[in-house]
């Protein structure tokens, strides 16, 4: 037996204006989940404690509530001393029990067909991993398209393909699903997180049914407009002025002894609208003796085609990056934009290592650069983040390159998976609400790893929107300067 | 009498799990349909946390007449037999229902349903979707019910079956927060499964309280063989408060071996032509029987080991049981899993024809609520099929009722206020109460029997039962009325199980020499309704 205290979110409408928080001390059994810790809860202090559960072994779904602010299965779930549970962000019933009936009422069906025709193997291998979901809403209760718009909902998405997979299903399911908000989603991945069945459902849902749209010839001219320009250009962004790769020779010797050599994917945004981040960066490559091979034939990583479905010309780009890089015998790969590199780790199937710029320099070391007299706060990039799993390495050099970091929790900016094209008032909702996170940490200037959220919070926050290459390259200036006065 | 929420109906439908939805989902192509449950549709029953199979005889190499055979013996012929052909013959339909529904089975290369071997069983008939097969039935009942006409009321719970004159009209239900309506219908539907909650380990859901049989008791409906009480083999040991959690069957089915403390392949020694794959009661008591003597692990267990098995085996055909274990930080990939018998379903429960009418007219029961098709001891995979079988039955057979007065007794209303009033004068607390009643059930009505510990166990439950019940709130109301439930129906299994003088599949007692093979036991089936209780015999003593 242990004891804890943790606190519990209590709320009832008929009775509060607003939810309380309150306290709890109990002794639990070693092992105890969440659950067993909320029943010790009403058995010893308060019976009326509303709680949902059944299966007690992660099964049905009922139980998920909001551990330290994410989702989680109750009964699944160590409890932990000092944590806090709240419901989940959906309609409030009573404290932990919340309304999620009304959402699965509205979940595609299948229509039963005449005959019992049995599926083959590989049918069913394709229809399982979408199978798996409990209906526990975790993803829907998080999901930040679900904040700004009338998206049915990750789930939604899932089971819509589910049912386009099942050679017996007899409906229009890219309509329905369209209609239901297949281009409300920014693929941020925040659902996969927090399912407890992990199931993929930006990548084998929401992805696959953007396929079958365009298929379908259904697919938003706004999208169509950037495969197009794709297809001509190679590009995803139209050139403004210069662009990167017309900048930069195809070697950057660093400035001391070489201590390590890397390629360089640069990616649309970098190379054609907003390309000081990335001279920044090569200057940062420079000073840390990394040596840096940039192939000037690398094309669009095809993550905007990926994201939004457009597939057919995927492969021939993937193949041209590929080899830009096998032909000069390269073997790690740097990206300085979350979205590229996100794409070129889980989409490509490279024969080289793919690395985010801050995973390169924590590996090759670095120069400390000056404290910047500022205070900054770090938006996650959610196709580092979760798309990566990078989360430390910028906020450990960030936190050394200003005077002070204030954490923000991470939400998706509203820009990615062809929404900022295809749904721009969603996209501006949603940096609305990023706009305003920045605003509550009282942060001076907001840092970022890519440049989508870097364009798109900046229309959002009347604070300056920061690369960390530049920001450690400001770093490195001041500290020569402060030299260059001694 | 207050003014409370009454609604009607052709067909109610109480209990929202496999069986429930399945007789919902029939009845409502004969009349307006409502299904209320205290979960929310789907979610309560055990059937979405079914994890090993279905049984159908689906391959020419199969027959009918063996699945019968291996259901009648595996329940040591105490089976109704006209139930256990009903079951066996249906059950390939009933799959075929939930394919062409959507279901989706793991299939062989031929694009049949794949089956795999279950315990006492000559055929590997199986069906199977990885370890989650009952949560794959209910997804696909729920879409089905989604799309249908049936009118679905989540959370809401029967508290008690109205009754006008001899039949059955509809119950008298609670919400979740103690408030009281009514629901009258033509026919209704039991369907509220099973009671393993009434033991200290369970595999059961927490709504696994056993209110069904209760309810259709206190209506004045028979129940039989109610000692008959099954428990897994395998149910978690650890942590504490995960105890009894269920291993599926599958884990033995995909070549799984239990090892005692020792090391030793143990079944060996108890069914050593069948081993691991012998049925549940005869695995269950070789556990127990281990651990008794002293050849247990420290926490009272045995190991199951699939650590011989190919790792992707396990990924694929056991991915539940592997993701639930690395939870609770082990890798059943390289390391054992610590094992223990857990109560686990009732075979007993309401006499039921083939077309799943009780003795009381109006009232249907389903699934396993009912009793008599599973006999003694049920094989894994046939409860699923049951649930589909004889969900059918009963929705096709309440929605041929005719039109009934749909009547409910206003001083039965009043009756259920004024128990519920006196909640407020009670002593003892609901969830004091269900410890006590889980803890003496399990030590002195479980694995091993004897009529001391029986009489002992009946002793403290009346006491219980007379103890009057505390609540406070609207919700713990429902809390003191599903507890006197469960003290009800823990009633039922000790007097079924004193009643039984024999052991007999998974009932046995110690205390009774065998003095006949099961087969020709003079015992037929043990019968419980307020009016009277006894065994059936049915030949002379040998």
């Known amino acids: 037996m242990k004891e804890m205290t943790f606190t519990i979110q209590r709320f009832d409408p008929a009775k509060e204006s607003a939810p309380h928080r309150e306290s709890y001390t109990v002794s639990v059994n070693d092992g105890a989940r969440v659950l067993d810790a909320l029943e010790v809860v009403r058995r010893d202090h308060d019976p009326s404690l509303a709680i949902r559960s059944c299966c007690r072994a992660g099964q049905c779904g009922s139980c998920a509530v909001r551990m330290n602010g994410s989702p989680v299965l109750a009964c699944m779930e160590e409890a932990a001393d000092g944590m806090i549970i709240e419901p989940l962000e959906l309609p409030v019933i009573r404290d932990l029990v919340t309304d999620i009936a009304p959402v699965l009422q509205r979940l595609a069906t299948i229509l039963p067909s005449e005959v019992a025709a049995g599926l083959s193997r590989e049918e069913v291998e394709l229809i399982k991993p979408l199978r798996e979901c409990i209906e526990c809403l975790s993803c829907v209760s998080v999901c930040p398209a679900l904040k700004v718009t009338d998206f049915a909902g990750p789930t939604a998405m899932r089971q819509e393909m589910r049912c386009a997979l099942d050679p017996r299903d007899t409906q229009d399911r890219i309509t329905e699903a369209i209609e239901k908000g297949l281009f409300a989603c920014t693929t941020c991945h925040r659902c996969v997180e927090v399912c407890p069945k992990e199931i993929e459902i930006p990548g084998k849902a929401i992805e696959k049914l953007r396929e079958r749209a365009n298929r379908a010839g259904l697919t938003l001219p706004r999208h169509r407009a950037v495969a197009e320009l794709i297809e001509r250009t190679g590009r995803s962004v139209e050139r403004s002025a210069a662009t990167f790769l017309e900048q930069v020779p195809e070697v950057i010797e660093p400035d001391g002894p070489v201590k390590m050599t890397i390629g360089f994917f640069v990616g649309c945004m970098f190379n054609g609208r907003v390309t000081k981040p990335a001279l920044d960066a090569m200057e940062v490559m420079k000073r840390n003796g990394i040596r840096v091979v940039i192939p000037h034939e690398q094309v669009c990583c095809g993550s905007p085609l990926i994201r939004t479905g457009q597939t057919a010309i995927v492969s021939e780009l993937k193949r041209k990056n590929i080899e830009a890089f096998t032909s000069r015998g390269i073997d790690t790969v740097m990206t300085i934009c979350a979205g590229c590199g996100a794409t070129l780790k889980k989409d490509y199937d490279t024969p080289f290592t793919v690395m985010d710029i801050t995973e390169i320099l924590l590996k090759a070391g670095y120069e400390l650069p000056a404290k910047l007299p500022i205070t900054a706060t770090y938006h996650d990039p959610c196709h580092l983040l979760r798309g990566q799993g990078i989360a430390d390495p910028p906020r450990k050099i960030l936190e050394q390159v200003v005077e002070r970091y204030i954490p923000m929790p991470a939400q998706c900016c509203g820009a990615g998976g062809g929404v900022r094209s295809g749904q721009p008032e969603e996209a501006a909702a949603l940096g609305k609400l990023r706009g305003e996170a920045i605003a509550a940490t009282g942060a001076d200037i907001v840092v970022t790893i890519c440049p989508f959220c870097e364009f798109h919070i900046q229309e959002q926050t009347d604070k300056p929107v920061k690369n960390l290459a530049s920001l450690m390259l400001e770093g490195y200036k001041k500290k020569d300067q402060a030299k260059g006065g001694d | ?542």
């Open chain 2, 1 to 542: 009498m207050g003014a409370i929420e009454k609604e009607e109906c052709h067909v109610l439908v109480i209990g929202s799990g496999g069986a429930g939805i399945r007789a919902a989902l029939e009845a409502a192509q004969y009349g307006e349909t409502i299904l209320i449950g205290k979960t929310i549709a789907g979610k309560g029953g055990c059937t979405v946390m079914a994890e090993g199979g279905y049984n159908a005889v689906l391959r020419t190499d199969d027959t009918l007449s063996g699945h019968l055979e291996d259901t009648l013996k595996g329940g040591a012929y105490l089976n109704d037999p006209v139930l256990a052909e009903v079951l066996v013959n249906e059950a390939p339909d009933r799959i075929n229902d939930l394919l062409r529904f959507g279901a989706v089975f793991d299939a062989d290369t031929t694009c049949t349903i794949a089956q795999r071997p279950f315990g006492g069983q000559r055929y590997p008939r199986t069906c199977y979707a990885g370890d989650r097969t009952g949560h794959e039935i209910v997804m696909t009942l729920l879409e089905r019910l989604r799309s249908s006409d049936v009118v679905i009321r989540n959370e809401v719970a029967a508290l008690e079956l109205a009754k006008d004159g001899d039949h059955v009209s509809g119950a008298i239900t609670s919400t979740r927060d103690g408030e009281i309506g009514a629901i009258a219908a033509d026919a209704v539907i039991l369907a509220t499964g099973g009671a393993g909650q009434i033991y200290d380990i369970s595999t059961n859901s927490t709504a696994g309280t056993g209110d069904g049989y209760a309810l259709g008791y206190r209506a004045g409906a028979e129940l039989i063989d109610m000692e008959m009480v099954q428990f897994h083999p395998t149910g978690a040991v650890h942590p504490y408060d995960a105890r009894g959690r269920l291993i599926t069957e599958a884990v033995r089915g995909e070549g799984g071996i239990l090892k005692n403390a020792l090391g030793e392949r143990f079944m060996a020694r108890y069914d050593p032509e069948r081993m691991e794959l012998s049925t549940r009661d005869v695995v269950a008591r070789s556990i127990a029987t281990e651990v008794l003597e002293g050849r247990g692990t420290e926490r009272g267990g045995v190991w199951l080991d699939v650590t011989h098995l190919p790792a992707e085996q396990i990924e694929e055909r056991l991915p539940l049981m592997l993701e639930q274990f690395l939870k609770f930080g082990v890798d059943i990939r390289t390391r054992p899993m610590e094992v223990a018998p857990t109560a686990h379903h009732m075979m007993g429960g309401l006499r039921i024809r083939p077309d799943c009418r009780t003795t009381l007219p109006g009232l249907f029961a389903c699934g396993e609520v009912a009793g008599g098709v599973h006999g003694a001891n049920r094989l894994g995979g046939n409860a699923l099929a049951e649930t589909q079988v004889f969900g059918r039955r009963a929705g096709e057979a309440a929605g041929r009722s005719e039109k009934e007065s749909r009547r409910i007794d206003p001083d039965q209303i009043e009756a259920v206020e004024g128990r519920i009033a006196a909640y407020a004068e009670g002593s003892l607390r609901p969830s004091e109460a269900v410890a006590r009643l889980k803890r003496v059930m399990w030590d002195g009505a479980g694995i091993y029997r004897d009529a001391a510990s029986l009489t002992t166990t009946r002793e403290v439950v009346l006491d219980l039962l007379s103890t009057p019940l505390f609540a406070a709130s609207g919700p713990e109301i429902l809390d003191a009325w599903t507890a006197g439930n469960m003290m009800l129906v823990a009633g039922m299994i000790l007097d079924g199980a004193l009643l039984r003088e024999e052991s007999r599949g998974a009932h046995v007692r110690r205390d009774c020499a065998v003095r006949w093979e099961v087969s020709a036991s003079p015992y037929g089936h043990t019968f419980i309704s307020p009016s009277s209780r006894g065994i059936e015999v049915l030949r002379r003593f040998p």
